[in-house]
C-alpha cells in the first residue's frame, strides 16, 4: 500500500532558525506533491504543490520544497522561521492511478518560540 | 464568498447514536471528499465521490455512510457501528483532472 512518512513529529525552533521538515512516499510511479499548513483555528491551507518541471516549488510564506525523485522525498525548507509559522504541516502524495485520492503523512507539528 | 462550510463545528452524540455531519460547498467541484483527522494520525480518507449519485469507499470506511444526492452537498453519516468516532472530520473538494483539494473548517466530533 501506499504511504507517506513524516520524519519529525514536532520540532521546535527559536525565530529566524532554518527549518526543514522531512517527507518521503512509497510509490514508484508518477506522483503528484503537496504541502499543506494548518495554522491554530484555521483550515488546512495548500503551501505548495509539485506536479511536473522544475523540482524546486516555491509557496506561499516564504516556503519552498524539494522533490528529489531518486531519493522519493518532498522536503519543506524556509530559511528563516516567524513565530506566525507555528502551526501543523502535513504531506500528501497523488498516486498518477489512483484519481484524486490524497495519501497524507502523519503530520508534523512546529513549534516557533519567539 | 467561494468556499466549503462544514456543520456543526462541535457536535456531542450518546454512543449508539447515529449522527450526520453536513458538507456544502459553492465552488462547482465535481470531486467531493471526507478525512479523519487523529493527533499523530494525519489524515485518513473515508469516502469520495468523483460524480453526483456514485461514491467510493476510502482507506478507513468501515462504520460510515455517505451520499451525493447533489453536485454541491456530500453529508456523512457515522453510524453506532464505527468503533472510535470521536475524531475531527474535514470535507474537502477539488476540481476533476486537478488535485488539489479545497478543505472545510471541519466538525469536531465527540461520542459521549
Known amino acids: 500500500a501506499q504511504s507517506v512518512s513524516q520524519h519529525n513529529h514536532h520540532v521546535i525552533l527559536s525565530e529566524a532558525a532554518s527549518l526543514e521538515l522531512g517527507c518521503n512516499y512509497s510509490y514508484g510511479g508518477t506522483v503528484n506533491l503537496f504541502w499543506y499548513v494548518q495554522y491554530p483555528g484555521q483550515h488546512l491551507q495548500l503551501l505548495l504543490k509539485?506536479?511536473?518541471?522544475?523540482?524546486l516549488v516555491k509557496g506561499i510564506k516564504g516556503f519552498e520544497a524539494e522533490f528529489i525523485k531518486s531519493k522519493f522525498s518532498f522536503n519543506l525548507r524556509k530559511p528563516s522561521v516567524q513565530w506566525s509559522d507555528t502551526a501543523e504541516y502535513f504531506c500528501?502524495?497523488?498516486?498518477?492511478?489512483?484519481?484524486?485520492?490524497?495519501?497524507f503523512g502523519q503530520g508534523t507539528e512546529l513549534s516557533v518560540k519567539p | 464568498d467561494g468556499g466549503i462550510t462544514q456543520s456543526p463545528k462541535y457536535l456531542f452524540r450518546k454512543e449508539g447514536q447515529n449522527v450526520t455531519l453536513s458538507c456544502e460547498q459553492n465552488?462547482?467541484?465535481?470531486?467531493m471528499y471526507w478525512y479523519r483527522q487523529d493527533p499523530g494520525q494525519g489524515l485518513r480518507l473515508i469516502y469520495y465521490s468523483q460524480i453526483v449519485n456514485d461514491f467510493q469507499k476510502g482507506d478507513i470506511a468501515e462504520g460510515y455512510s455517505v451520499s451525493r444526492e447533489k453536485k454541491e452537498s456530500f453529508p456523512l453519516t457515522v453510524t453506532s457501528a464505527q468503533k472510535n468516532p470521536t475524531a475531527f472530520y474535514l470535507c474537502?473538494?477539488?476540481?476533476?483532472?486537478?488535485?488539489?483539494?479545497?478543505f472545510g473548517p471541519g466538525t469536531r466530533l465527540t461520542v459521549l
Open positions: 500528501a502524495v497523488n498516486a498518477y492511478n489512483q484519481g484524486g485520492k490524497l495519501i
Open positions: 509539485y506536479f511536473s518541471g522544475d523540482p
Open positions: 465552488l462547482n467541484h465535481d470531486a
Open positions: 474537502a473538494s477539488s476540481m476533476l483532472g486537478n488535485n488539489e483539494q479545497f
